[in-house]
Every structure is written in C-alpha cells, then in structure tokens.
C-alpha cells in the first residue's frame, strides 16, 4: 500500500505529507540511477517511463514498482530471492498491466523471460514466466 500511496502522492494523513510523497516520487523519477545503479531493470523502468513509473528491488526478493498515473503500487515476492525470476516476474506483472506496452517491451526484453546459460555459457533452459492477475 506504500507504493501506491507514493505512487499517487497521497498518504492519508496530511497535505505536508502528501507533498513529502510527491517530492521522494519526483526524485526518484529524476534521478533513477541514484535508486538502482547501472544495467538494472529499476534504472530501465524508470528511465523508459519518462517519469511515470519508479522500481526498486529490496533485500530477500522484494521488488517494488510505483505508477504515478494509475496511482498504483506493486510489490513481488520471490521465495528464493533470484534476481533473474523477480525480474522476469516484474516484467510479466508490467505486461499484464499493460504497462510494459507504455515502456516499450523490446526494452525489457533482457528481463523477459531470460535464457539460462551454465558456466560455460551454453545455453540449458529458458525462464518462462507464468503470473495470472486477479481483482481482490
């Protein structure tokens, strides 16, 4: 609910909050390699939304993503924590939303159902990601 609270600037509490929301959302928007660092896909969402959209992964496979023009929040989990299923499963969630289309999929593609290599770099599988939303 956090993310969709800064993702629409409203907190529920105050308009000075809803201004904190605002200017942190704005920030992070503006300068999104402060959040993620380089070759992430937080950096990518960020960087191909113009603005409308904030990501960030956290500690144990969390992953976060902001809105702005939806006012919506979205948080994964991934058990494990592997970096490449969050990102894939990111990926999925921003497609079915139809946010990816905004975004610019070829984009994300990286992220997208990535190739799995071993240590040689021979290619031994595919992650395909399978995420069925539903209204609660």
Known sequence: ???????GGYSGESAAKDAV???IFSAMAAYPEMVS???RLDL???????????AKAGVDGIYTVGVK????????????GALSVLYATAVAVLK???VVEQLNEL???RWNDPVIRN?????????????SLQRS
Not at 119 to 131: A, D, N, S, Y
């Open 21 to 23: 929301l605002g200017d």
């Open 96 to 98: 079915q939303l139809k």
């Open 44 to 54: 990518a969402i960020a960087r191909l939304s113009d603005g409308d959209c904030i």
């Open 37 to 39: 660092g380089t070759g």
């Open 107 to 109: 984009s994300l593609s």
């Open 1 to 7: 609910m956090m993310w969709a609270r800064l993702a």
């Open 69 to 80: 023009s939806r006012g919506l929040g979205i948080a994964i989990k991934v058990a494990d």
């Open 119 to 131: 240590l040689r770099g021979i290619e031994v599988g595919q992650l395909k990601t399978r995420v």
